[in-house]
């Protein structure tokens, strides 16, 4: 089997988009965990905890138990 021009083209072109939708992913879990690091440093508070809502849904179910 020959292997053509538009045969690594096409995988490279995949690879990148991978890359890309992981980097992404990672990216929008790193956010949701930082959000959390001021609420997570004033549980021992008697005060009333404020926390924002997140993008990820577990996230969320976490902050409000």
């Not at 690594?8 to 939708?21: C, D, E, K, N």
């Not at 990672?26 to 021992?44: E, M």
């Not at 905890?49 to 976490?62: F, H, K, R, T």
């Amino acid at each position: 089997m020959a292997v053509t021009g538009f045969q690594p083209a096409v995988t490279l072109a995949l690879l990148a988009l991978s890359i890309w939708m992981a980097k992404m992913i990672s990216v929008r879990i790193n956010r949701s965990i930082r959000s959390l690091h001021v609420p997570a440093l004033a549980l021992g508070a008697p005060e009333l905890l404020s926390i924002p809502d997140n993008e990820i849904v577990e996230v969320n179910d976490v902050g409000r138990r």
